[in-house]
């Protein structure tokens, strides 16, 4: 997760040691809606679980902040209603697209399929208001490499 990591996204192993992690514990700091109004936060923690039959299985994502965001594609309970997993997908373009929704992206926010039936009806009178999205901040891209390797070049002879 080095690659979309940063000053947006914090990750901090919470089961296991790296590269065999089963948990972690995420921070988002981009604003996102968590109730009528709109009213904002601009921090949350979520966990993100990966089961043990993953990546056949999709990675488990559930907010721990409180409340829990207002959208639709968001259960009350807090667990993130995520579609379709694709195991091409990976896990850092499957976190980058639960960014999306919390930044209520008009493009993937799923009206047709709401796990939070009073936060869709909410976003259908007001998604012409001009409120969304909440936040435009652009996400990192977990195909590009955030580190670099410089190595020092070998003298292959020396020159008198």
Known sequence: MVNIKGSIISWKATKGTPPYVEEYEVTINIRGIVGEGPKYRNSHTITVKLPPNYPIAAPQV??????????PNWYRAGKWCYGTWLMSEGLGHHIIRMIRTLQYDLDITNENSPANSSANNWYKSHKRSGIFPCDSTILPDPTKKKMTMQFQAKKKFKIN
């Open 62 to 71: 559930e907010m721990i902040s409180k409340p829990i965001v207002y959208h």
